[in-house]
Structures are given as C-alpha cells and as structure tokens.
C-alpha cells in the first residue's frame, strides 16, 4: 500500500504583533516621559561704577541712493565716478585709515554702487567697514 506522504507545512514565527506591540510601548513611553525644564543659567552681572561716557566716534557715513548717487557725511558728490568718491572719502578721512567706515545703500541701489564703494574704501586702506539695515522698511 502505497501512503502519500502529507506536506510539511513551514514553521514560523509572524512578528507582526509583537511589531505593533513595540511601537505602542515607544509611543506610550514618548508621550508620557516629561522632560526636565531645568535649562536656565544663572549669571551674575558685574555692577559698573562711575558715570558713563559719552564719545562722539568720528565715523565716514557713506550713503547710496537708488540712483547710485553718493552722499559723504552729509555731502552729496557731483557724479559718481571712483575719482570723485575717493577725492571725497580723502577729504573727510585726511591721513586717518582707521576711522569706521560705515556703508549705507537704498534697498533698490544696484550692486555696482555698493560694490565700488567697498573697492575705494578697501583701496585707500579702510579696514573697519560696515553696513548697515533698516528694519523699518519691510515691503513684505
């Protein structure tokens, strides 16, 4: 007699619910722990003692309108050509390279303004340049 032999069907762990049971357990742990607000720093201050006082810093304004007109301490130039702002910038300065320089430019003035500015000033040996914003005129 002749016995058909049954298949043997594969024997195997489905890991799905213990998967799921894992990701419930992390879940719950994430939403439950608190975490400690102790994150703020102590600092004492030092206390000044005396008056405080006041210097006017002798600075070289340079300003740039959206037409790329050049305005030096308070002076308009008559073009603006590298020439004229440098004669500019030497007549205010005189022989002082270490004075600050500070760079103000119209938010619609063209990058080539701004950018022969810094030239000249870096050419006659400025070395503190700065800009500066308005953060009052925000079109957004």
């Known amino acids: 007699m002749k016995f058909q032999r049954q298949r043997s069907r594969e024997v195997g762990v489905d890991l799905t619910p213990l998967i799921d049971v894992v990701f419930l357990l992390l879940i719950f742990l994430m939403v439950s722990t608190t975490l400690p607000n102790d994150t703020h720093l102590n600092i004492q201050l030092p206390q ?3 008056e405080p006082v006041t210097t006017e810093v002798e600075q070289i304004d340079l300003v740039i309108n ?3 007109h050049y305005i030096v301490n308070g002076r308009t130039l008559i073009n603006n ?3 004229t702002l440098e004669q500019a910038i030497l007549d205010v300065a005189g022989d002082s390279k270490a004075l600050p320089f500070v760079i103000t430019a ?3 003035t063209a990058h080539e303004f701004v950018i022969r500015a810094m030239d000249v000033a870096g050419k006659l040996g400025f070395t503190r340049i700065s800009f500066t914003t308005d953060p009052t005129s925000d079109d957004s």
């Open 81 to 83: 050509r590298r020439g």
């Open 106 to 108: 119209d938010a619609r």
């Open 66 to 68: 959206a037409d790329g």
């Open 48 to 50: 000044a003692d005396g």
